[in-house]
């Protein structure tokens, strides 16, 4: 059980716009500590994809974004490609007692 | 640049005790706010972060396996040690060294990634 949520799978057609959710609480996402998206290509290890909630490092491309609201933070992809079928994860830093580093549980995007 | 790999046994039995080692370049561990950090991946499942040393020696570690891990750094041989006790085939899993960059407190991202090594429980 993550302690962020993330749905299971999404997917899109090409040129498609998809946006993936990570639902959190007070105590991470909603403690106003950044979120981070990362993308994880078959058989690879993660890439990190958005930092400080909607920072792009070096190189990824703008048609990644992402945002944060409350307690939940939500990543979209435009123009959807072939190369972007992945697992996406998101990450928060969480000030309880049970949590420190924490992931939700990955999205498996299809394109189909 | 920064490259991070890991080494280790790929098959323990179970009980039996886990060490492995990240080995590091581009980057030192005394430098202020970096630290180094294990996320594991059973097959076909998430992401779990297990545990995060930093410049200074300070260790966190994921609650629920608080009590079976040890990190520990040795800042002249660019290596991270991770031991795991106890191990059991849930532990089974893709175990990834990951860079921390200088970061102020209070937020944790990782952004290198050693390519991980499988790590097979069974007797």
Redesign the interface.
Known sequence: QSVLTQPPSVSGAPGQRVTISCAGSSSNIGAHFDVQWYQQLPGKAPKLLIYGNSNRPSGVPDRFSASKSGTSASLAITGLQAEDEADYYCQSYDSSLSAYVVFGGGTKLTVL | QITLKESGPTLVKPTQTLTLTCTFSGFSLSTTRVGV?WIRQPPGK????LA?IYWDDDR????SLRNRLTITKDTSKNQVLLTMTDMDPVDTATY?CVHRPRLMT??????Y????TLVTVSS
């Open positions: 950090g998430a992401l779990e972060w995060l966190r570690y994921s609650p990834y209070g937020t944790t991202y990782f952004d990634w050693g390519q991980g």
